[in-house]
Structures are given as C-alpha cells and as structure tokens.
C-alpha cells in the first residue's frame, strides 16, 4: 500500500527557513517523480513543484509563485523528500501535501496524497 | 500559468447528474491528456476521482465519469448521493512541464 507522510510543519516568522519531509513507503521510491501541493486555508489547491526521478535527470520544476524561493530535492535510499523553504511569506501560509501519480513514473500527477502538514507564517 | 476555469459551485437532488466543467488552455487542457479530478471532504486530504481525463482509479464509483473536448474537460457524476457533497478540483500537466489546479467547485446535494 502506498504511503507518504509528510512532517517538519511548524509556525514560523516572516522571511525565515523551513524544511518539510514527505517519508514514503510501499512503492519503489526511486521510481517515481514526486510533487508538492500546497492549500491555504480555506482556499483552493496550488501545485508548488516536483522532483523528477533520477532516471529523468532528478531535475526540478516549480510554480512561479516560489520560484527561486523554494527547492525540492530527495533521499532515494531513505525514500524521502524535501521541501526546503527559504524567504518565507505570510501568503506561504498552507497546508503542504505530498503526492505521487497514480500510474506514471514521470508526470508530476497526485495520485496518492499523504495526510499534510501545516505551514504557518506568522509574525 | 494561469488556474484552470471552473464553476464556483453546482448543485443537484438526488439521483440526478451533474457535470463539472474545467477550462484551460492549449498550453495545458487542450494539448495534453493529462487531466485529473479530485474530490475533497471537510478537512480532508483530497482524493483522487479521475486520471488521464477519463480513468477511473480502483475503488471510484462508476458513477463518476471525465471527459474532454477541444481546451475543457468535464466531470460528470451520476446518480447523486449525499456523500458526493464535496468540493471537486481539475488539473491538469502543462507545456511548460508544470502542472495548473482549477479554482475549484463546490458541489451541494439537495
């Protein structure tokens, strides 16, 4: 069965760092393109990234909106992924999901979803 | 990238069908089979409904069904149930190799 936990939410200060994980299991990890998906209270789903699989270059994609502010990166023999956000904004403010496709190794597609965790911005 | 355009809500009695629809672009929607709906509950992490615009994932009622024509895709539910009141979201992958979220629909059965 497939599973992502993700965990390090916190309240946190403007401008400071926080680093988030998503800890997978009952899939070969590795395999697989993992995504960032973010929702701000009461508002609707925002798609904040992804990491390609090693396979596809392990390289990254990210939404304008944190762009240069955020980075997404993975511990394939831990089966883990990063979300290492720098520079935080009061609008960063969310609950932050971590997802898989449901079938494709390579799209940036949210499949499975894990439980989230809360991000809060907050002077 | 700007959000796929969906209806703020809609609404249907029991036993009815109701369709979602999801506009976008050829950037997006219209150029990539990629489409995927999603069906979340009151503090709930989203589930999901549709993949690949018209697949349904192993456990999805039948009652559930995706389409695509040209640069929107559409939901349709079928035979509304109560437990199908919930908020329901379209995404889809992009030329730019990112992927774009609609704004949302409210769905409320009568």
């Known amino acids: 069965e497939v599973q992502l936990v993700e965990s390090g939410g916190a309240l946190v200060q403007p401008g400071r760092s926080l680093r988030l994980s998503c800890t997978a299991s009952g899939f070969s990890f590795g395999d697989y393109a993992m995504s960032w998906v973010r929702q701000a209270p009461g508002k609707g789903l925002e798609w904040v990234g992804f990491?390609?699989?090693?396979?596809?270059?392990?390289?990254?994609e990210y939404a304008a909106s944190v762009k240069g502010r955020f980075t997404i990166s993975r511990d394939d023999s831990k089966s883990i992924a990063y979300l290492q956000m720098n520079s935080l904004k009061i609008e960063d403010t969310a609950v932050y999901y971590c997802?898989?496709?449901?079938?494709?190794?390579?799209?940036?597609?949210?499949?499975?979803w894990g439980q989230g965790t809360l991000v809060t911005v907050s002077s | 990238q700007s959000a796929l355009t969906q209806p703020a809500s809609v609404s249907g009695s029991p036993g009815q069908s109701i369709t979602i629809s999801c506009t976008g672009t050829s950037s997006d929607v219209g150029n990539y089979n990629y489409v995927s709906w999603y069906q979340q509950h009151p503090g709930k992490a989203p589930k999901l409904m549709i993949y690949?615009?018209?697949n349904r994932p192993s456990g999805v009622s039948n009652r559930f069904s995706g389409s695509k024509s040209g640069n929107t895709a559409s939901l349709t539910i079928s035979g509304l149930q109560a437990e199908d009141e919930a908020d329901y979201y379209c995404s889809s992958y992009t030329s730019t190799s990112t992927v774009v979220f609609g704004g949302g629909t409210k769905l409320t059965v009568l």
């Open positions: 690949e615009v018209s």
């Open positions: 997802t898989r496709d449901w079938i494709q190794l390579w799209l940036p597609g949210s499949g499975y």
């Open positions: 990491i390609r699989s090693k396979a596809y270059g392990g390289t990254t």
